[in-house]
């Protein structure tokens, strides 16, 4: 009977020693079933239909075609973007895709009755892959809990809850990996020490608050990492951390759906001469606030192209920026913007601190922004 307990006791303490060693192995597996169980949402069945103003409505919080609760597939082409929209019982359900023409980006969103559960945004031939999940604390009620980036023959990974990542570098992963979070908790990184062309290096797969994407690596004097020479910094992607939901994505687009798809010439003049007040509808009587912000901020931000802001006025380009401000739910003093967000659907006035409602990259937007105006 002392036999049989040792015996126990022996496979109970190995059996603990092989949990410990293939925790990480688990949780990466736990995070691939997650990642498989997105992938697997089914594409509701019904009708393909193109969107328009005059059979499409949002009543409700619910999609209606014609009157009636839609479920089917919702196909766009606007001047600089076309895709599509999957939808059931008038919630977004599966796929949505959205290609940005000018910059050749493209976006697939996952969403689950209405709630977004995944982003694989391409540009340039890198893929990017975000998991998000349920955040009460959150104004989107989502936050990521997994990123992906894949080029080439190369992958990180990271899960941002349990602190597991992953490094692929031509084709083959590497080990003793280093999964971190900066003092700030703006940024997190996995990195590794591998050796490539003759030389050992350092790489960090960086991911900051903001959603910037970077690829750092250091060429070091041995494995000891004694000394260490900034190699290469790769920007891999952006991600936009702002969510709006689904619904929101889609009555923005829905508004923006009169536009021809040809975009056409904009005849303002460069410095604003000669325009006596315009409105902001004005541009272009088809394009809502947030369309035209988020196409200028595009422009500006993802194509480098800041010139498209001198075919604005200065007073064009104050209500641009300021629609910025409004997305974000900012309670403006002015009654010139006051009671002109006002009148918007999509305003909620909830903040009164400007200094904390934008990102960096929307800093430098703004910035931008108003070195045109003055």
């Known amino acids: ?12 303490f190995m059996a603990s020693c092989s949990n410990k060693e293939n925790g990480n192995t688990k949780n990466r597996n736990n995070t691939s079933n997650q990642t498989a169980a997105y992938m697997k949402l089914q594409n509701p069945q019904g009708p393909t239909v193109a969107l328009n103003l005059t059979d499409f409505k949002i ?6 075609y014609q009157g009636n609760i839609f479920t089917g597939k919702v196909t766009f082409n606007l001047p600089h973007k076309s895709g599509y929209f999957f939808v059931s019982n008038g919630k977004l359900e599966g796929e949505t895709e ?11 969103q996952v969403y689950e009755q209405g709630k977004l559960v995944k982003l694989t945004q391409t540009e340039n031939n890198i893929i990017t892959e975000v ?15 997994q990123i992906t980036t894949k080029y080439d023959k190369n ?18 992963f590497i080990k003793d990996l280093n999964v971190e979070e900066n003092k700030n908790g703006d940024e997190k990184y996995v990195s590794a020490v591998f050796e490539e062309n003759g030389g050992v290096y350092k790489t960090y797969y960086n991911f900051t608050r903001d959603g910037a994407i970077s690829e750092i690596k250091y060429k070091l004097d041995s494995k000891n990492q ?3 020479t900034l190699s290469e910094i790769r920007k891999l992607n952006d991600i936009n951390t702002v969510l709006e939901n689904g619904l929101t994505l889609f009555r923005r687009i829905l508004s923006s759906s009169g536009e ?7 005849s303002a003049q460069p410095n604003g001469e000669n325009i006596s007040n315009p409105t902001p509808t004005q541009t272009n009587q088809n394009e809502d606030d947030l369309a035209l912000l988020d196409r200028v901020y595009d422009e500006v931000m993802h194509k480098n192209n800041p010139d498209i802001l001198k075919t604005f006025s200065k007073r064009q380009l104050a209500y641009i920026r300021n629609t910025l401000f409004a997305k974000k739910g900012y309670i403006f003093t002015k009654p010139e913007y006051s009671n002109y967000f006002s009148q918007k659907s999509w305003y909620r006035g909830t903040q009164t601190n400007q200094d904390t409602l934008l990102n960096e990259e929307e800093k430098r937007f703004i ?4 070195r045109y105006e003055n």
């Open 59 to 64: 009543e409700n919080e619910f999609i209606y």
């Open 226 to 228: 004694k000394s260490e």
């Open 1 to 12: 009977m002392k036999k049989l307990s040792i015996a126990i006791l022996i496979l109970a």
């Open 260 to 266: 021809s798809a040809t975009p056409e010439q904009s």
């Open 155 to 172: 992958s990180y990974s990271m899960d941002l809850q349990s602190m597991i990542g992953s490094i692929q570098k031509n084709g083959k």
């Open 367 to 370: 910035d931008i922004f108003r």
């Open 98 to 108: 959205i290609n940005y023409k000018l910059s050749g980006t493209k976006k697939v």
């Open 131 to 145: 998991i998000y999940s349920d955040d009460p604390n959150s104004i989107s009620n989502r936050k990521i809990v």
